[in-house]
C-alpha cells in the first residue's frame, strides 16, 4: 500500500507531505523533561504522543534516530544570576541532597514512569550537563558570528541585531518582531545587562552561591536554558534534520530562541518540521498544582484523589490519550476515562477472538472482502493524516463488528478470503501493540472478568453487611486479605470499587 505521510509543520501553520532529508532516515530530536520533580501527567501524555509518532515512523520503515534531552542544569527564572536557587538547587537543599542526586532521582523515577506507560526509550537521551563544551562552542560561534554579545561575563543573544538580518525570528511563534521591539522599548531602561529586553542569556556568570557552574571563556558559569537543545540537536543529528518536537507551552521563548541559536551559530534552520503537541487538562482546565488541579500518575492508577472514583490502569490511560489526537487539548476526566476503559477492553477482547479464529477464509472473493479492505485501508489514511490516532481508533472499532461477527457466527467465512482474514487479523495485532503500543493488562479473558467483577461484588457485599452490622472483625479481615492481594477497596458516594495496584 502507498504510504503517504502528511504531517502539521507548526514552522508554517499547515499540513505538508513528509519528506525526510536522507531517504529512508529520519532524526527527530524532542525537548525532554527538567528532572527537579515527579514527572506529571501532561509531560506524559506528551511523551506517549511523541512514542506513537516515533512507533509509526518505524512502522513505515524508516530508521528513526530518536534524541531527547535531560534537562539536568538548573534553569533561572530570569536572565542574571543574583544569587537566588535554580529549580534543581532549590530541590537539592530541601532535600538535602547533592544537586546531581536531584537529578539522579528524578530520572530514575520518569524512566519508570516512561516504562510504565509502555514507551520506548529513544536512540540517544543526552544530558545537558554532559554537554557543556558544545554549548560553549556554540556560544562562541554565535559571538564570532556577531549575534552575541559580553557583558560582565555573560553572553547575551542579540535578538534585534539578529532579527533585522535574517526574516526568521518570529516565524515559529508567530511574533512580530516590529511589535516586540515598540513594546519593549519603554522597559528599555529597567534592563540591567541586556541590550534589550528581547535579548536572551546564552551564557550566566554564576553568583557565588551557585551550586552547579562551570569554567568557560567568559566566565565561571552555566548555559542559557534553550542553548542545550542547539547544541546536543547539532551535535547528534546534524545542523539541519527532519523533526523537533514539543509542548506547544515551548513554542515561545523556547524554541523561537532555538531557531535563532542555530542560525546563529550554523547559518541554517535547525528542523524541517515542528510538530507541538496540545496540553492536558483536568476537567476543563489546564492541569496545575497551585489551583488544586492536578493529578500524579501514582495517584490516577491507585485511584487515591478526590478527581476520580476509582484507580485506572496504565494501558487504561494510554487508550484514553490515544483517543485524542496530538494536537488537541486532552480534558481528563473521570467518565471520559471509565469511557476509555471500557473501549480499550473491548477493543482487546475483540482481538483476542479475532486471533482465535481459526477458519483460513475462502480463496475466492465474497461480499465482505471490499467492505473490510476498504476500513483496514482508512485506518492507515487516518494515521498517515498527521498521526490521526482518534480517527485511527474509530476505524479500528468499526472492523470490530466484523470480528466479532466472525466469531459468533453472525457473518459467514464463505464471504471472506484468507488473504483479507489474515490481513485483518495482522492490522489488529499491529495497530494494538506496535503502534498505538498498548499491551495486556492482567486479567484473563471475558469470562475471566466476568467471573472476577462477580466475586468482587460478593466480597463488597459481604464487607458493607458487616460493617452495617458492626461485625469489624469480618470487615477488617476482607481488606487485610485483599491488602495483601495488592486489591485496594475504595468507597465512594455511588457505592465501593475496587482496583488492583
Ligand atoms: P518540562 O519538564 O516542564 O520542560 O516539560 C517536559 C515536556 O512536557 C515538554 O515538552 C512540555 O511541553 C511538556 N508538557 C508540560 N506540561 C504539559 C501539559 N500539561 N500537557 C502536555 N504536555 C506538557
Ligand atoms: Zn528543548
Not at 558570528?145 to 526568521?168: L, P, Q, R, W
Not at 528542523?271 to 500524579?296: C, F, P, Q
Request: aromatic residues 10%; contains cysteine.
Amino acid at each position: 500500500m502507498e504510504h503517504t505521510l502528511n504531517v502539521y509543520n507548526s514552522l508554517k501553520r499547515q499540513k505538508e507531505v513528509f519528506n525526510p532529508i536522507n531517504e529512508g532516515h529520519i532524526g527527530m530530536y524532542v525537548c525532554g523533561p527538567t528532572v527537579y520533580s515527579d514527572v506529571h501527567l501532561g509531560n506524559c501524555r506528551t511523551f506517549v504522543s511523541f512514542d506513537i509518532i516515533y512507533r509509526y515512523l518505524m512502522y513505515l520503515g524508516y530508521r528513526v534516530r530518536y534524541v531527547r534531552n535531560i534537562t539536568d542544569v538548573g534553569h533561572l527564572v530570569g536572565d542574571v544570576d543574583t544569587g537566588g536557587e535554580d529549580k534543581i538547587a532549590e530541590k537539592a537543599r530541601l532535600e538535602q541532597l547533592e544537586p546531581m542526586e536531584v537529578v539522579q532521582k528524578y530520572m530514575n523515577g520518569f524512566h519508570d514512569m516512561m516504562k510504565v506507560f509502555n514507551t520506548l526509550p529513544p536512540s540517544i537521551e543526552p544530558r545537558a550537563t554532559g554537554h557543556i563544551i558544545e554549548q560553549i562552542e556554540m556560544v562562541q560561534s554565535i559571538i564570532d558570528n556577531g549575534y552575541a554579545y559580553v557583558k560582565n561575563g555573560s553572553v547575551y543573544f542579540d535578538t534585534i541585531k539578529f532579527a533585522k538580518e535574517n526574516d526568521v525570528y518570529g516565524k515559529l511563534s508567530g511574533r512580530i518582531i516590529e511589535d516586540l521591539i515598540s513594546e519593549s522599548r519603554d522597559d528599555l531602561k529597567n534592563q540591567d545587562e541586556k541590550n534589550h529586553p528581547a535579548d536572551f542569556a546564552i551564557w550566566i556568570k554564576a553568583s557565588p552561591t551557585h551550586l552547579m557552574r562551570w569554567n568557560s571563556p567568559w566566565s565561571v558559569g552555566f548555559p542559557g536554558w534553550h542553548l542545550e537543545c542547539s547544541a546536543m540537536s547539532t551535535k547528534y543529528l546534524g545542523k539541519t534534520f527532519d523533526i523537533h518536537g514539543g509542548g506547544n507551552d515551548l513554542k515561545f521563548p523556547h524554541h523561537e530562541n532555538e531557531v535563532a541559536q542555530n542560525h546563529g551559530a550554523c547559518g541554517c534552520a535547525p528542523a524541517n518540521y515542528w510538530l507541538h503537541t496540545n496540553m492536558l487538562l483536568m476537567n476543563g482546565r489546564k492541569m496545575s498544582k497551585s489551583e488544586d488541579n492536578s493529578i500524579t500518575p501514582q495517584e490516577l492508577f491507585t485511584g487515591e484523589s478526590s478527581h476520580i472514583s476509582k484507580g485506572y490502569s496504565p494501558m487504561m490511560i494510554r487508550f484514553f490519550m490515544l483517543q485524542s489526537h496530538y494536537r488537541s487539548t486532552l480534558d481528563l476526566t473521570d467518565e471520559a476515562l471509565q469511557a476509555a476503559e471500557k473501549g480499550y477492553k473491548r477493543l482487546m477482547e475483540a482481538n483476542k477472538s479475532l486471533q482465535a479464529l481459526a477458519y483460513n477464509g475462502k480463496d475466492t472473493e465474497g461480499a465482505l472482502d471490499k467492505e473490510i479492505n476498504q476500513l483496514i485501508d482508512l485506518v492507515y489514511t487516518e494515521m498517515n493524516d498527521d498521526f490521526n490516532t482518534p480517527k485511527a481508533l474509530a476505524r479500528l472499532f468499526e472492523l470490530v463488528p466484523k470480528a466479532n461477527g466472525l466469531k459468533d457466527g453472525h457473518l459467514s467465512f464463505d464471504e471472506i478470503t484468507s488473504y483479507t482474514l489474515d490481513r485483518l487479523k495482522s492490522t489488529f495485532q499491529v495497530f494494538i501493540y506496535d503502534i498505538f503500543g498498548l499491551q495486556d493488562e492482567d486479567f484473563g479473558g471475558e469470562e475471566g472478568n466476568e467471573a472476577v467483577d462477580g466475586l468482587m461484588k460478593l466480597i463488597i457485599d459481604i464487607r458493607q453487611s458487616a460493617r452495617a452490622n458492626k461485625d469489624w472483625g469480618t470487615s477488617d479481615k476482607i481488606r487485610d486479605t485483599l491488602n495483601a492481594l495488592e486489591i485496594k477497596l475504595k468507597d465512594g458516594k455511588d457505592g465501593t470499587s475496587w482496583s488492583k495496584n
